[in-house]
């Protein structure tokens, strides 16, 4: 199994990082412009592999061409966010980016499974898809993944559970139009409301929307404190990374080009997908409350009117 990163940035390096601890890999390939940066990158890693007792991958490094035989691709090039800065704001610049690595890329690849971590996920995974001229399944961007991570988190710290003994999605735009579908939430198989009404013994209801807002604002708190996320997207990679290479068949809220699905025509959104060795397996069809699917229709609107304009629709 060989997989192959584009990008050396903070979330680049930290993604490679990641696929460092799935032993399925057996060759790890750091990709980009920059070789005496990404050969200084490599013998890093490799110091480090000298103290490491697990055994790792052969890690080398080299231009677009060392795409060639990957069975995985893992895209984190681009420009990253900056602090006040909306992921819709890159659109321009990164699809201009993306294009021109792509255009390269399928001279040398065009059956890997391509994973998109770039900013904005949902319109870069459009424009792949679209550049490289594949199936669709085969191009999966880590959209909601990420923000339902952090919703999880915030739920189980305010019950004080495990995050694994939550279940819920967010789907849409991984950015300021994501849905929290409130209606899929279960802890113990009730719902939060009935949840914390069973916990305290009385009749409450959760504040969705200020649960909402803090799982949207969490990277722009991030991003101005210490100028980049990188670790928690490097991990919802490696989690989709795994799910591939394992054939898993995980139901998990990532970005797919769809095609009549929630009646929507090529866009790029999260919803939930079965993930396997074929990529996308299946698309799961989730029922929403009025409220939800009116929120995920404006989600669809906030990225179709984007999606024009970089010429996608």
């Known amino acids: ?35 005496e940066k990404l050969s200084a990158e490599i013998e890093d890693f490799l110091d480090a592999e000298v103290l490491t007792t697990t055994p790792t991958a052969k890690l080398t490094y080299g231009g677009y061409e060392k795409t060639e035989g990957a069975d995985i691709i893992v895209y984190t090039a681009g420009v990253g966010q900056k602090p006040g800065q909306s992921r819709l704001e890159l659109v321009d610049q990164n699809a201009k980016i993306t294009r021109e690595i ?11 499974t391509i994973i998109v971590l770039s900013n904005p996920v949902d319109i870069i995974t459009a424009v792949i898809q679209e ?7 085969k191009v ?6 990420l ?34 579908i409130w209606s899929s939430v279960r802890i113990l198989g009730m719902t939060l409301d009935e949840y914390l009404s069973s916990d305290i ?7 969705h929307s200020i649960l909402s807002e803090g799982v949207r604002a969490t990277a722009g708190k991030i991003i101005k404190a ?15 990374v795994s799910a591939v290479i394992n054939d898993t068949h995980e139901i998990l809220p990532v970005t797919v080009r769809l095609q009549g699905e929630y009646g929507v025509n090529g866009i790029a959104i999260s919803v939930p997908c079965m993930i396997g060795k074929q990529g996308v397996i299946a698309i799961k069809n989730m029922k929403f409350t009025d409220d939800e699917k009116d929120a995920f229709n404006y989600s669809v609107s906030v990225l179709s009117d984007i999606a024009k304009g970089v010429g996608l629709i």
Not at 22 to 30: F, S
Not at 102 to 112: E, G, L
Request: aromatic residues 6%.
């Open 226 to 240: 210490k100028g980049y996320t990188a670790y928690g997207v490097a991990a919802a990679a490696g989690r989709v």
């Open 147 to 180: 923000d339902t991570a952090r919703l999880k988190r915030y739920i189980s710290k305010i019950l004080d559970v495990s995050p694994s003994s939550t279940d819920m999605f967010v789907l849409g735009e991984h950015g300021d139009s994501s849905c929290v």
């Open 131 to 137: 550049t490289m001229g594949i199936p669709r399944e």
């Open 102 to 112: 792509f255009t390269t890329v399928k001279q040398y690849n065009t059956d890997a």
């Open 1 to 35: 199994m060989k997989a192959a990163v584009i990008g050396n940035g903070n979330v680049g390096m930290a993604t490679f990082r990641e696929l460092q601890k799935l032993r399925e890999i057996q060759e790890l390939v750091l990709i980009g412009r920059n070789q």
């Open 201 to 207: 013994g009385e009749d409450t209801e959760a504040n």
């Open 140 to 145: 999966i961007g880590t959209g909601t993944l």
